[in-house]
């Protein structure tokens, strides 16, 4: 409780001799200023506050920090007070309803962009395999905030939702129902984060979804002779150049390229063997993943330049410390841009008008199970690719693997063949049986 005892006068030098009391917090009055006090905490924090009554009712209003709040503000700010007091008014309530009007303008600033840095930061970063966190932040920056990146969350409704997917589906459907489920989780966690009210969810009301085919696209011959000539002359790095054979000649998912270590690489035995949680059917089996690879394949990763203490076979970004020292590299999670870059140098996609039915990594990974069955070799693509299904091969004797090995290499060796020009596929009768038209 503050006293005459303890009074001080208000000016700066008094202020700062005050000592905290570990004990508890301090007050001490300022004769003249009615109600002014200097308030010490234990902790040493000196702030001005105004004890004063409202309606019967002891209060204290803190006016400012000391010595952000100089002893001559102080005076102006205690004036100002006993001005509402006075007329009825109480500081303190004006004091929240400020603070809750501050509040309204930062979640009415808050944009749909700025929930997006959130939620790829706290969502997707932290609960989704390193393939999705890759697809998820290429639809948000391609879809998601050039169409609603600068509307204000709270403000965004079906309508918005529902025009931006329904010029996303005039041209690839399929990709307009990846884009509605991202936006509705976002929109999920936009309510979990207070940013909109519960059940405001704009993208629950937009029931319409794309219909969905199975995808069978794989590459013919003629655009594996194509897609050969455009590597050949591609300004891609290295890495990335090597990342697309690993898809074409091994059958890697996107993913699986993408978080590859070099650790995981077996050259000598020709093999690359991915531990169970870095797969996409480790889960299931409980087993790891063993990637044969063909001779061409082995070349292009004894060839492919390493970078010093980097672990990926594909390496992303550095992280630096504030001298620059690097700290940890991370994976290349921007394989689209590339693929879509190549594919239209290959000739296999228009620049301005993409659509479902231009080839992407998946569709590298499918062209070698499709190359596979065109050389009568289908019984073992399956093990190749790694699909969880049981087969002769899940008890994994020298013959097997030596017949796997074997099917690995006649499969990169036709399709490298091709990508080198090795092998012409307008001369050469095997392989698929239709050569100038695209495989659906």
């Given at each position: 409780?503050?006293s005459?005892?303890n009074?001080?006068k208000?000016?700066?030098?008094?202020?700062?001799?005050?000592?905290?009391?570990?004990s508890?917090?301090?007050?001490?009055?300022?004769?003249?200023?009615?109600g002014?006090?200097?308030?010490?905490?234990?902790?040493?924090?000196?702030?001005?506050?105004?004890?004063y009554?409202?309606?019967g009712?002891q209060?204290?209003?803190t006016?400012?920090?000391?010595?952000?709040m100089?002893?001559?503000?102080a005076k102006?700010r205690?004036?100002?007070?006993w001005?509402?007091?006075?007329a009825?008014?109480?500081?303190?309530q004006?004091?929240?309803?400020?603070?809750q009007?501050a509040?309204?303008?930062?979640h009415?600033?808050?944009?749909?962009?700025?929930?997006?840095?959130?939620?790829?930061s706290?969502h997707i970063?932290v609960n989704?395999?390193l393939?999705w966190?890759?697809?998820?932040?290429?639809?948000?920056?391609?879809?998601?905030?050039?169409?609603?990146?600068k509307?204000?969350?709270?403000?965004?409704?079906?309508?918005?939702?529902?025009?931006?997917?329904?010029?996303?589906?005039?041209k690839?459907?399929?990709?307009a129902?990846?884009?509605?489920a991202v936006?509705r989780?976002m929109?999920?966690?936009a309510?979990?984060?207070?940013?909109?009210?519960l059940?405001s969810n704009?993208?629950?009301?937009v029931?319409?979804r794309s219909p969905e085919?199975?995808?069978?696209?794989?590459?013919s011959?003629l655009e594996?002779?194509?897609?050969?000539?455009a590597l050949?002359?591609?300004k891609?790095?290295?890495?990335?150049?090597?990342a697309?054979?690993?898809a074409?000649?091994?059958?890697?998912?996107k993913?699986?390229?993408?978080?590859?270590?070099?650790?995981?690489?077996?050259?000598?035995?020709?093999e690359?063997?991915?531990?169970?949680?870095?797969?996409k059917t480790g889960?299931?089996?409980?087993?790891?993943?063993?990637?044969?690879?063909?001779?061409?394949?082995?070349?292009?990763?004894?060839?492919l330049?390493?970078?010093?203490?980097?672990p990926?076979?594909?390496?992303?970004?550095?992280?630096?410390?504030?001298d620059?020292?690097?700290?940890?590299?991370?994976?290349?999670?921007?394989?689209?841009?590339?693929?879509e870059?190549i594919?239209?140098a290959?000739g296999?996609a228009?620049?301005?008008?993409?659509t479902?039915?231009d080839?992407?990594?998946h569709?590298?990974?499918?062209t070698?199970?499709?190359?596979g069955?065109?050389?009568?070799l289908?019984?073992?693509?399956g093990e190749?690719l790694?699909?969880?299904?049981?087969?002769?091969?899940?008890?994994?004797t020298?013959?097997?693997?030596?017949?796997?090995k074997?099917?690995?290499e006649?499969?990169?060796?036709?399709?490298?063949g091709?990508?080198?020009?090795?092998?012409?596929?307008e001369?050469?009768?095997?392989?698929?049986?239709?050569?100038d038209?695209?495989?659906?």
């Amino acid at each position: 409780m503050a006293s005459s005892e303890n009074a001080i006068k208000l000016n700066r030098s008094d202020v700062l001799a005050l000592e905290a009391d570990p004990s508890g917090n301090r007050f001490y009055p300022v004769p003249g200023y009615q109600g002014l006090c200097v308030q010490v905490t234990k902790g040493g924090t000196k702030s001005f506050v105004l004890r004063y009554r409202f309606h019967g009712r002891q209060k204290i209003h803190t006016l400012g920090i000391f010595p952000a709040m100089t002893p001559n503000e102080a005076k102006k700010r205690h004036s100002e007070a006993w001005t509402k007091i006075n007329a009825g008014i109480d500081p303190n309530q004006v004091k929240a309803e400020e603070r809750q009007a501050a509040a309204a303008a930062k979640h009415a600033a808050f944009t749909v962009e700025d929930l997006a840095s959130r939620y790829i930061s706290d969502h997707i970063m932290v609960n989704n395999k390193l393939s999705w966190q890759t697809e998820a932040t290429r639809l948000i920056n391609k879809h998601i905030i050039p169409a609603l990146g600068k509307l204000p969350v709270k403000e965004v409704g079906p309508a918005d939702v529902s025009a931006m997917l329904f010029k996303i589906r005039k041209k690839t459907p399929t990709q307009a129902n990846r884009v509605r489920a991202v936006l509705r989780t976002m929109f999920g966690r936009a309510e979990e984060w207070e940013h909109r009210t519960l059940g405001s969810n704009p993208v629950a009301v937009v029931k319409q979804r794309s219909p969905e085919k199975k995808r069978e696209r794989r590459l013919s011959d003629l655009e594996l002779k194509s897609l050969g000539a455009a590597l050949r002359r591609s300004k891609e790095s290295h890495h990335v150049l090597a990342a697309v054979r690993l898809a074409l000649l091994a059958g890697m998912r996107k993913g699986e390229i993408q978080g590859l270590l070099w650790d995981w690489v077996d050259l000598k035995a020709a093999e690359i063997r991915l531990p169970a949680e870095e797969h996409k059917t480790g889960k299931k089996t409980g087993k790891a993943r063993v990637v044969h690879l063909c001779s061409a394949l082995v070349d292009v990763l004894k060839a492919l330049p390493k970078i010093e203490d980097c672990p990926y076979v594909v390496p992303g970004l550095p992280e630096r410390d504030d001298d620059g020292k690097v700290i940890r590299w991370r994976p290349f999670i921007g394989l689209q841009n590339p693929i879509e870059r190549i594919r239209e140098a290959a000739g296999l996609a228009k620049k301005k008008k993409p659509t479902d039915d231009d080839p992407g990594w998946h569709d590298l990974r499918r062209t070698f199970a499709s190359v596979g069955s065109d050389l009568g070799l289908k019984g073992f693509m399956g093990e190749l690719l790694g699909h969880a299904e049981q087969t002769v091969t899940d008890v994994y004797t020298r013959t097997a693997a030596q017949r796997l090995k074997e099917t690995a290499e006649t499969v990169g060796a036709r399709i490298n063949g091709i990508l080198t020009g090795a092998i012409d596929p307008e001369k050469d009768e095997t392989g698929s049986e239709v050569k100038d038209k695209k495989a659906t």
